[in-house]
């Protein structure tokens, strides 16, 4: 597209908005009136591809998600659609530097962590494969929350993202759907047949509002639609009409409230009637809209198997189940068997955790009370899920009230998935292990092909082609542009392993991304990094099992030894976190306040600071990440073995030739079968061994007693050189007063941990055998693309495939 094109589209854009000339507009309406202009782009690429699939009627896969973290998206479609060159030409006859847009536009952040971020990498995926798809999920006015760090303390603000945010959505009032709540259900009989009616129930509106989702170089462009929560306008007007002002106004606000904020909770469940409303809102709108588009193309029901996959992204939108079967038999008159045949045919099921605090399940009363209907069904499930256990297992009680759907007077959502999908999968290869081997060993044994694997990836179009440019650009001279397409071209670069200028290149690109973050840095911590050290890198949600205490209690150490001998000839590090809290998790907010004593204490030590600094950055999301990554040197994935289902920030990581350093847990394992034992720096208890240890019986205490050096820092948590004390932490590592003492093992794998930093410093100190594993780590990354993974899924899952 012609620069002068550009120009001409934005100033009508400009004009029509904000009624102003081009250059006139405010940073900020040029910022819009650019992401207009995009925006129209999308629509006319969409209607095309539309119409293609449509007349071919194709299959089409509908990603079912309560968490889509997008981060931005005028950088990611610019660099699909091939134009960010000449729209930055264009902004430039403006004075206008397109970077500077980019700054404006806030991160969509309606997710947590790596469960939406994975989301999100498999819709611009499906969109680059030209396999039409459909994400669902909330329109959150507040996304995850902005984390500040005052006085150690993470604080939480609200994050108003709508506020610029809004420009990528389209409302389609029009196409609003009714989701009812509460009530009673009236069931009779007429013409043979059982009739069932909701009444004295809640209607709440739930709004549509389309976001495009551009594919790189693809001709395709898919959608997620966000549903928005609405008060029914005519709801109010009998209490009204009673005079009741407030309680019409209350009511209003009930409603809308189901879709105001994103729960901050990653790994772990929130109890709330309202998350189990929002969840039923969006699987209710979505499964009403996807039959509804159905039946527009096709005649019945009957082939909805053949032509859409519902894929539910772990047991949040569970609830698809009872609500597909729902539509079936109330709306459409299927009796129960041919319902059923069709929910399993449809239905499919990502599992993506085993750690027991985040498997979902309600009380059976309150969500009888909220989805009385859904209940009935629920419960019926059940009823014959139970006669078929009964024959399978007889007489084994134990086993069948674990795989029941309700039992304890709880709603389990994992075994709802389970009893119904056609397929389930976990997300790496020994988090799918540890599904058939443990926690869903029963299930297994029944259905064995309903097992599979699919291990994560990445939409490393992001991650690598935008986020580090300097990188893709060497890349492009040395291998072609064939990765631009087909990562598994990375390989390619193996040719170049010991070739000392591609070395010094990857060297030197390594060097010019840490010195962008060292501005970064000394913008927003006031902190003076040294772009010669050692970038050590662990970014992700805070969380007890993903060990940041490790990484913590090992600074101490080092802390310890240079005090001891500050001749000590180490190579100079600097450790770098990013990690948002769940607002109301104690432990991880005292490690957090841990992590900022330490980095008080060390930076501000003339003995330490010029061989040890650390960093806390703040606010932790998409757009930091594209930030950090490519100036990291090790990736820290250091979590207890068997917690991790995958990690994808070990991907983003490796493709930017960063040096793992790990336990062999979720998809590192992957990753260490791609580089070998020489590109990777492994230690720690392997899954089997931290099982053999608790089955034997574990006591931290032996480990503390038993090492000077660890006992050493944790009586440092307690002795108050930390400027305060961490009483607390030390009690969760050494007693049981917070749940078993050491949960996650930390002491066990402490010393490991340290042998294995001292390599990596030692392995440093050679550059060239240093940027040897880094090279190798790019170029073995291929295989962690979600194109790869999409097209997993689109052949084993879903029977779908891209339009020609
Ligand atoms: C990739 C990503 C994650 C997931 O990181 P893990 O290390 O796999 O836990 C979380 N948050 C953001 C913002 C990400 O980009």
Same mark, same amino acid.
């Given at each position: 597209m012609q620069k002068e094109k550009i120009l001409s589209l934005l100033s009508e854009k400009c004009m029509q908005s904000f009624g102003c000339d081009l250059d006139e507009a405010t940073k900020q309406q040029t910022y819009r009136a650019v992401c207009l202009v995009v925006r129209d782009l999308l629509v006319q690429t969409r209607n095309d591809f539309c119409s293609r699939y449509e007349k071919q009627q194709a299959k089409q896969v509908y990603y079912m998600s309560?968490?889509?973290?997008?981060?931005?998206s005028l950088h990611n479609n610019l660099y699909n659609l091939g134009l960010e060159d000449s729209f930055r030409a264009a902004l430039a006859d403006l004075n206008v530097d397109l970077d500077d847009l980019y700054e404006i536009e806030p991160d969509a952040?309606?997710?947590?962590g790596g469960l939406g971020r994975l989301a999100s990498c498999y819709m611009d995926a499906m969109s680059s494969l030209h396999i039409p798809a459909t994400g669902f999920s909330l329109r959150y006015e507040f996304g995850i929350f902005k984390q500040k760090i005052i006085d150690g303390w993470q604080m939480e603000f609200p994050d108003?993202?709508?506020?610029? &945010?809004?420009?990528w959505l389209i409302p389609r009032k029009e196409d609003a759907v009714e989701v009812k709540f509460g009530g009673q259900v009236h069931e009779w009989m007429q013409d043979g047949k059982l009739k069932i009616e909701q009444y004295d129930y809640t209607p709440v509106l739930a709004v549509p509002y389309d976001m495009f989702i551009s594919g790189y170089d693809s001709g395709a462009v898919n959608k997620l639609v966000l549903w928005s929560a609405k008060s029914p306008s005519n709801m109010d007007m009998n209490a009204f009409s009673r005079g009741d002002y407030v309680k019409a106004i209350e009511q209003n606000a009930m409603a809308e409230?189901?879709?105001?904020? *994103?729960?901050?909770a990653d790994d772990h469940v929130e109890g709330k009637i309202l998350r189990l409303k929002q969840q039923y809102l969006f699987v209710s709108a979505s499964l009403q809209s996807i039959v509804k588009n159905h039946l527009k193309h096709f005649?019945? *029901?009957?082939s909805l198997p053949q032509k859409a996959a519902i894929h539910i992204?772990?047991?949040?939108?569970?609830l698809c189940v009872p609500e597909l079967l729902r539509i079936l038999l109330?709306?459409? &008159?299927?009796?129960w068997d041919r319902a059923w045949d069709i929910c399993q045919n449809t239905l499919a099921y990502t599992n993506h955790t085993v750690m027991s605090e985040a498997l979902e399940r309600w009380p059976e009363y309150l969500f009888r009370e909220q989805l009385p209907r859904i209940y009935q069904l629920v419960a019926e499930i059940n009823r014959r899920l139970v006669n078929q256990l009964n024959t399978v297992y007889p007489g084994d009680l134990a086993k069948i009230e674990y795989m029941a759907v309700i039992a304890n007077n709880e709603v389990r959502m994992a075994n709802l998935c389970l009893a119904c999908c056609h397929k389930v999968n976990g997300v790496s290869k020994l988090h799918s292990d540890i599904l058939k081997d443990s926690i869903f060993h029963d299930y297994y044994h029944i259905a064995p092909d309903k097992f599979t694997n699919v291990t994560n990836g990445i939409a490393y179009r992001r991650w690598l082609c935008q986020s580090n440019p300097k990188l893709t650009e060497k890349l492009r001279e040395w291998i072609g542009d064939g990765f631009l397409h087909?990562?598994?071209? *990375?390989?390619?670069?193996?040719?170049?392993?010991?070739?000392a200028n591609v070395l010094q290149d990857l060297q030197k690109i390594k060097r010019y991304n840490k010195e962008v973050l060292c501005n970064y840095i000394a913008r927003s911590n006031g902190i003076n990094v040294d772009p010669n050290s050692i970038f050590d890198v662990q970014i992700k949600r805070l969380h007890e099992y993903k060990r940041q205490l490790l990484n913590v209690l090992h600074i101490m150490h080092l802390y310890c030894v240079i005090k001891e001998n500050p001749n000590l000839d180490i190579p100079p590090r600097t450790f770098i976190f990013a990690a948002k809290a769940s607002a109301g998790y104690f432990m991880a907010k005292q490690v957090i306040r841990l992590i900022d004593a330490v980095s008080k204490l060390v930076n501000s030590d003339p003995a330490v600071r010029e061989k040890v600094k650390v960093v806390f950055l703040e606010d932790y999301k998409v757009s930091l990440a594209e930030i950090i990554i490519p100036a990291a040197d090790i990736s820290e994935?250091?979590?207890?073995?068997?917690?991790?289902?995958?990690?994808t920030g070990n991907m983003k990581l490796m493709i930017n030739g960063a040096v793992t350093l790990g336990t062999l847990d979720g998809a590192n394992v992957e990753i260490h079968e791609q580089v070998?034992?020489?590109?990777i720096f492994l230690f720690g208890l392997t899954a089997p061994e931290v099982e053999e240890l608790w089955k034997k019986g574990y006591n931290p205490v032996e480990y503390y007693n038993g090492n000077l050096e660890l006992r050493r820092v944790i009586d440092m948590l307690t002795s108050?050189?930390?400027?305060?004390?961490f009483d607390e932490i030390a009690k969760s590592l050494l007693t049981?007063?917070? &749940?078993?003492?050491d949960a996650y093992m930390t002491l066990a794998d402490f010393d490991s941990y340290v042998r294995k930093q001292e390599e990596v410093g030692r392995t440093y100190l050679d550059k060239r055998k240093f940027f040897n594993m880094s090279l190798v780590n790019i170029a073995k990354?291929?295989?962690?693309s979600a194109d790869r993974a999409v097209t997993e899924y689109a052949d084993d899952i879903w029977q779908v495939k891209g339009i020609k």
């Open positions: 309560m968490e889509f973290l997008v981060g931005t952040g309606l997710g947590n108003n993202w709508l506020d610029m &945010g809004d420009v409230a189901i879709s105001k904020v *994103l729960y901050p005649d019945s *029901l009957d992204n772990d047991t949040h939108p569970a109330d709306d459409y &008159g299927y009796d087909d990562a598994n071209a *990375l390989e390619k670069l193996m040719k170049y392993y010991d070739k994935q250091i979590s207890i073995a068997g917690k991790e289902a995958s990690g070998g034992d020489d590109n108050g050189v930390l400027g305060s004390r049981n007063s917070y &749940g078993a003492a990354a291929g295989l962690f």
